[in-house]
């Protein structure tokens, strides 16, 4: 069983900055890919970037290539989601979730496991 906690959500003017954590208990962190995913009110659960196990391979959604940077330390537990250029498109509840059998399918939710509870993030023009 893996728990997964979000932080780091709030509020930024368009062009700031926000940098989430996930961090991650009750299991052996470093067997585990991990996701970011985002819903915004009426729409659908969407990936927005995924690292696997060791932190060698990181992968985005194309809209936050460039401006959205996803990294991990295994000794801390802990997944960072660095979002810089920040648009009033990127609001929603941020979840990270774990994948044991982290693939080629990093952008699909329903391949993922553990979820975390979600942080909301809000970019304001």
């Known amino acids: 069983q893996v728990q997964l906690v979000e932080s780091g959500g709030g509020s930024v003017q368009s062009g700031g900055s926000l940098r989430l954590s996930c961090v991650a208990s009750g299991t052996t962190f470093a067997r585990y890919g991990i996701g970011w995913f985002r819903q915004a009110p009426g729409k659908e659960r969407e990936f927005v970037a995924a690292?696997?196990?060791?932190?060698?391979?990181?992968y985005y959604e194309d809209s936050v290539k460039g401006r959205f940077f996803i990294s991990r330390d295994n000794a801390k537990n802990t997944v960072w989601l660095q979002m810089n250029s920040m648009k009033p498109e990127d609001t929603a509840v941020y979840y990270c979730?774990?994948?044991?059998?982290?693939?080629?399918?990093?952008?699909?939710?329903?391949?993922?496991?553990?979820w975390g509870q979600g942080t909301q993030v809000t970019v304001s023009s």
């Open positions: 979730a774990a994948d044991r059998y982290f693939s080629q399918n990093y952008y699909r939710s329903d391949m993922y496991e553990f």
């Open positions: 690292v696997d196990w060791n932190g060698d391979s990181t």
